[in-house]
């Protein structure tokens, strides 16, 4: 039989601290369902971060573990590449070239920059401003048909897709340009606190967020503290029930189950039953997840022969794009 051969599917995510529902919902989960179908290569964005200052100990413990806590979630090293941007210096030779075909005037556009140098307005360093020209180096060297992310990485992408269309036209088709994989539910998880702000680990405010690592008595005692309304009524009204449809987009998500669906069931009974019932779901979701993580996590030697044998995978394949570049622009070669 004739085999045709898998779309290449790339994403990545920034080993900062511990992953949240709204990462595992909105990506993650997304990354372990497409291997089957794709040839899937995944990432650790350690480059991009330190556009937010890290401490050296704390950054190389939350490398390792989100190393870890992928491979937990489902990551298979049999189907995929998974490997830490740092090690592949690829990504930051063509990040610079890219810096140099992208418009002052787009990157002041990007609405994450301009939320993050509201956040930490001590240090609205260049590398945060030029910081999709990473991303768009990071998908267009593997030459990826399709990122998985969730909502607010969209407009980064369709940089990426003006970047890479642009040097295509003033050179010749070099790039791959890429589409968005974003999932219809759990695209943008909101605060459990504040429905109207986007689910962020570094919100002060611990009740907003879970994270896939907290405990059940954690997880249900967050979302019992949840922000709804006071019409007590399971019904998905984003705009006027925003708390509620939260949760229930969670629900969705973590059960399979359509918006009519959970209508249905919660029909006649009010939050008391619900929110009990969404913590329920997310614990036996990421239940499986805690015990992998806490067993693959004492393995330091394991982990580390993964990501050093990973890394030489996506080097070979990052090499040729960059020297498809090189030569295009017109550098001598070595
Ligand atoms: P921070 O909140 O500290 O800025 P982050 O949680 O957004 O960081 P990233 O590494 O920037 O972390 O995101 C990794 C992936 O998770 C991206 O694809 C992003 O779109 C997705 N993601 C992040 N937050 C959410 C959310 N609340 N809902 C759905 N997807 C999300
Ligand atoms: N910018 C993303 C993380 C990221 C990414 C990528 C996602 C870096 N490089 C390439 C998809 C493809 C973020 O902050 N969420």
Redesign the pocket.
């Known amino acids: 039989m004739e085999t045709q051969q898998k779309k290449r599917i ?5 080993p900062t601290g511990t992953f949240t529902l709204g990462n595992y919902l909105g ?1 993650l989960k997304n990354f372990v369902h497409l291997q089957d179908d794709y040839d899937c290569v995944y ?1 650790l ?1 350690d480059l ?1 971060a330190i556009t937010v200052r890290q401490e050296p100990g704390d950054f190389r413990k939350n490398t390792m573990s989100a190393y870890a806590l992928l491979l937990a979630m489902g990551i298979d090293l049999e189907k995929s590449i998974f490997f830490i ?1 740092s090690q592949v210096p690829e990504h930051a030779q063509l990040a610079w070239v890219l810096n140099c075909y992208t418009q002052f005037g787009e990157l002041s556009r990007m609405t ?1 920059f301009k939320d993050k140098s509201q956040k930490h307005a001590d240090n609205i360093n260049a590398g945060l401003f030029t ?1 999709p020209c ?2 768009a180096a ?2 267009l060297l593997y030459q990826a048909d399709y ?4 909502a ?2 969209k407009q ?2 369709e940089l990426t897709r003006n970047i890479a269309e642009r040097f295509n036209g003033l050179y010749s088709p070099t790039f791959t340009v890429p589409e968005p994989i974003i999932p219809k539910h759990g695209a943008r998880i909101m605060s459990l606190q504040d429905p109207t702000k986007k689910m962020s680990k570094s919100d002060e405010n611990v009740n907003g967020f879970i994270t896939v690592l907290d405990d059940p008595d954690t997880i249900l005692r967050k979302f019992k503290r949840a922000v709804t309304d006071s019409d007590a009524q399971v019904r998905f009204d984003p705009e006027n029930k925003p708390g509620v449809s939260n949760l229930m987009g969670i629900y969705s998500c973590a059960t399979g189950k359509t918006m009519e669906e959970i209508e249905a069931e919660f029909q006649g009974k009010g939050y008391g039953d619900f929110k009990p019932a969404v913590a329920e779901a997310v614990i036996a979701e990421l239940k499986p997840i805690q015990e992998r993580y806490q067993q693959i996590i004492g393995d330091k030697a394991y982990l580390e022969q993964c990501y050093k044998e990973n890394a030489p995978k996506a080097q070979r394949i990052a090499r040729k794009t960059l020297q498809k570049v090189m030569k295009k622009v017109g550098y001598l070669p070595l």
């Open positions: 790339l994403s990545m995510i920034q990506a990432a964005a991009h941007q994450q910081y990473l991303m990071d998908i990122v998985p992310i969730g607010d990485q980064h992408l």
